[in-house]
C-alpha cells in the first residue's frame, strides 16, 4: 500500500497560500472568503481552462 500523506500536506499548503492570496487582494473579507470559495470547489479552475484553449 503507497502512502501519498506527503502529497495531501502539499495540496493543503497550496490551499492555505491561495486562502491568504485572496484575502489580501479582496477589498473585503466577505469578497476574499468567496473568491476562495470559487477556487476550491473548482468553478474558477474550469473558467481558466476554457480560456487557455
Do not use: P, W
Amino acid at each position: 500500500m503507497k502512502n501519498n500523506a506527503g502529497s495531501g500536506a502539499i495540496y493543503g499548503i497550496g490551499m492555505l497560500g491561495a486562502l491568504v492570496y485572496y484575502l489580501q487582494h479582496a477589498t473585503s473579507f466577505v469578497d476574499g472568503i468567496s473568491e476562495y470559495l470559487k477556487l476550491s470547489s473548482g468553478r474558477e479552475l474550469s473558467s481558466i481552462k476554457s480560456l487557455s484553449s
